[in-house]
Each structure stands twice: as structure tokens, then as C-alpha cells.
Nanobody, 121 residues
Framework: QVQLVESGGGLVQAGGSLRLSCAAS????????MGWFRQAPGKEREFVAA????????RYADSVKGRFTISRDNAKNTLYLQMTSLKPEDTAVYYC??????????????WGQGTQVTVSS
């Protein structure tokens, strides 16, 4: 099994920045493709960004492209999401996921508990 724990969420003003982290443990981390998803109240969970096991390939939802950056440090078993130019519509619970690739949540095998990001106008 793989355990994922997100951190770094909080309250930030519109236009500000925030960095989320996801610490992995339990099994080998470096060869898992990983991603970030988010879910706002009353909405479906949606894809945000994904990164290959080596970090050589990344993919972003159109809504965050140019503002968010996904990265990973395999030596530290940690995944990151750097968020800049935040908007109120970015408000959601953000989830770290591992063992999949693509925009569908059903492609991923492991999930963290989520961390709340709230962007005020």
C-alpha cells in the first residue's frame, strides 16, 4: 500500500501564491505517475495536473495552465503543486493521487486525505 499525506493548504488572497506538498510512504515512490485533483462543494472532482514518474512529462487542466506548476522530488518522496495568481474559483479541497495518468480520477489507485485551499476576493 501507498500512503499519501497533503499539506500546505490554507487561506490566501486572490492573486497570491501557495505551495501544496504531498508526502508518500509505504511503497516505492519514484516509479509512480502522480497527479493533483480538486473538488469544490457541490461539484465533481476535477483534474488539475499530472506528472510522470521521472518528472519529465507534465499535463495541466486548461483552467490552471500558466498559473500552476507540478513537480516532484523522488529523493524526498514528495510531490508539489506550486499555485500562483490564485483566483476565488480555485477554492476547493485538493487531493494528491498516485498510480495513474490522465484526467480521470478513476485511473488513479491511491489518494491522500485532501487539503483545503480557500482564495478570498
Amino acid at each position: 500500500q501507498v500512503q499519501l499525506v497533503e499539506s500546505g493548504g490554507g487561506l490566501v488572497q486572490a492573486g497570491g501564491s501557495l505551495r501544496l506538498s504531498c508526502a508518500a510512504s509505504g511503497r516505492t515512490f519514484s516509479h509512480y505517475d502522480m497527479g493533483w485533483f480538486r473538488q469544490a462543494p457541490g461539484k465533481e472532482r476535477e483534474f488539475v495536473a499530472a506528472i510522470s514518474w521521472s518528472g519529465s512529462s507534465t499535463r495541466y487542466a486548461d483552467s490552471v495552465k500558466g498559473r500552476f506548476t507540478i513537480s516532484r522530488d523522488n529523493a524526498k518522496n514528495t510531490l508539489y503543486l506550486q499555485m500562483t495568481s490564485l483566483k476565488p474559483e480555485d477554492t476547493a479541497v485538493y487531493y494528491c493521487a498516485a498510480g495513474g495518468w490522465g484526467t480521470s480520477q478513476y485511473a488513479y489507485n491511491y489518494w491522500g486525505q485532501g487539503t483545503q485551499v480557500t482564495v478570498s476576493s
